[in-house]
């Protein structure tokens, strides 16, 4: 097994000798590469430090959960395709205990190994070959829509319910305003109680992922409202997002499954085919 590299110097808080408080130096942010081709390997770690971040290499699936543990890194970069354990598998098992950001990267680019990927967790994914500004693009984004404390219990990418985070203002009303508004809604046999990030179908509690939780939250409040695509997206995943609609997709296909009787005939979530999404039980 290779030898993971390192690469960068992660900074810490220093004080001086005289005790006379202490100046904080921004820490590098840490990304774990978990990828086997070496030529893509000494690109990739040449580029990404140069673009200050600080890399750590894994070569095959179980090194990539190991270093994982080890090194507590801010974002992954993971390739479908890895020796011993798939990507897939991977990022599975860092989702069980984790919601650090993860960025799935594959030769494939299909369709099916997309939807794979976003179903298990993933936050995005790019497809080989990519320009290294993108990369970059993209990672940036990911990490400035997670909040701070990803590591083991919180973070983006898509957290069970729990801790609130921050949309912004304007219509159509996003969850964290209708949350000061101390707001439980009701519909279709659905009720959310938005303070509590609590969620109840049918009388049953169910508990959905963060960005779940927020899509449920958003459409029953404008219940009857089509909100397109793009609104969703704005939303939920922020302005910078730069993916495409395949994860927006992706999620509302598991939120029909907590929520819809027979999720493959939905009656709550329709889609308006080429525009949206539109919650169509009238309000309680």
Same mark, same amino acid.
């Given at each position: 097994?290779?030898?993971?590299?390192?690469?960068?110097?992660?900074?810490?808080?220093?004080? +001086?000798?005289?005790?006379?408080?202490?100046?904080?130096?921004?820490?590098?942010?840490?990304?774990?590469?978990?990828?086997?081709?070496?030529?893509?390997?000494?690109?990739?770690?040449?580029?990404?430090?140069?673009?200050?971040?600080?890399?750590?290499?894994?070569?095959?699936?179980?090194?990539?959960?190991?270093?994982?543990?080890?090194?507590?890194?801010?974002?992954?970069?993971?390739?479908?395709?890895?020796?011993?354990?798939?990507?897939?598998?991977?990022?599975?098992?860092?989702?069980?205990?984790?919601?650090?950001?993860?960025?799935?990267?594959?030769?494939?680019?299909?369709?099916?190994?997309?939807?794979?990927?976003?179903?298990?967790?993933?936050?995005?994914?790019?497809?080989?070959?990519?320009?290294?500004?993108?990369?970059?693009?993209?990672?940036?984004?990911?990490?400035?829509?997670?909040?701070?404390?990803?590591?083991?219990?919180?973070?983006?990418?898509?957290?069970?319910?729990?801790?609130?985070?921050?949309?912004?203002?304007?219509?159509?009303?996003?969850?964290?305003?209708?949350?000061?508004?101390?707001?439980?809604?009701?519909?279709?046999?659905?009720?959310?109680?938005?303070?509590?990030?609590?969620?109840?179908?049918?009388?049953?509690?169910?508990?959905?992922?963060?960005?779940?939780?927020?899509?449920?939250?958003?459409?029953?409040?404008?219940?009857?409202?089509?909100?397109?695509?793009?609104?969703?997206?704005?939303?939920?995943?922020?302005?910078?997002?730069?993916? +495409?609609?395949?994860?927006?997709?992706?999620?509302?296909?598991?939120?029909?499954?907590?929520?819809?009787?027979?999720?493959?005939?939905?009656?709550?979530?329709?889609?308006?085919?080429?525009?949206?999404?539109?919650?169509?039980?009238?309000?309680?």
């Amino acid at each position: 097994m290779a030898e993971a590299s390192r690469v960068g110097k992660s900074a810490a808080v220093s004080k +001086d000798e005289g005790g006379k408080g202490g100046v904080e130096v921004p820490t590098q942010t840490r990304v774990l590469l978990a990828e086997d081709d070496e030529s893509f390997i000494d690109a990739l770690v040449i580029g990404l430090a140069r673009e200050g971040f600080d890399v750590t290499v894994a070569t095959d699936g179980p090194e990539a959960l190991r270093l994982f543990a080890e090194v507590e890194p801010d974002l992954v970069l993971l390739d479908l395709m890895l020796p011993r354990l798939s990507g897939i598998d991977v990022c599975r098992s860092i989702r069980a205990h984790s919601t650090v950001p993860i960025i799935m990267v594959t030769a494939k680019g299909t369709e099916i190994d997309t939807v794979v990927g976003l179903e298990v967790g993933a936050d995005d994914y790019v497809t080989k070959p990519y320009r290294l500004r993108e990369l970059v693009a993209r990672m940036r984004a990911v990490l400035r829509r997670t909040p701070t404390d990803t590591g083991s219990s919180a973070g983006d990418g898509d957290r069970p319910t729990g801790a609130p985070t921050p949309e912004s203002d304007g219509a159509p009303r996003s969850p964290e305003r209708r949350r000061d508004q101390g707001s439980v809604l009701e519909a279709g046999g659905i009720q959310v109680d938005v303070d509590r990030h609590l969620v109840f179908i049918r009388g049953q509690e169910v508990h959905l992922r963060r960005k779940e939780f927020e899509l449920l939250s958003l459409l029953m409040e404008n219940a009857g409202r089509l909100l397109t695509r793009d609104v969703l997206i704005d939303r939920i995943w922020g302005s910078d997002y730069f993916g +495409d609609t395949k994860t927006l997709d992706v999620h509302i296909k598991r939120l029909r499954t907590h929520i819809e009787e027979d999720p493959s005939s939905p009656k709550l979530i329709t889609t308006i085919r080429g525009v949206g999404y539109r919650f169509d039980a009238a309000r309680d």
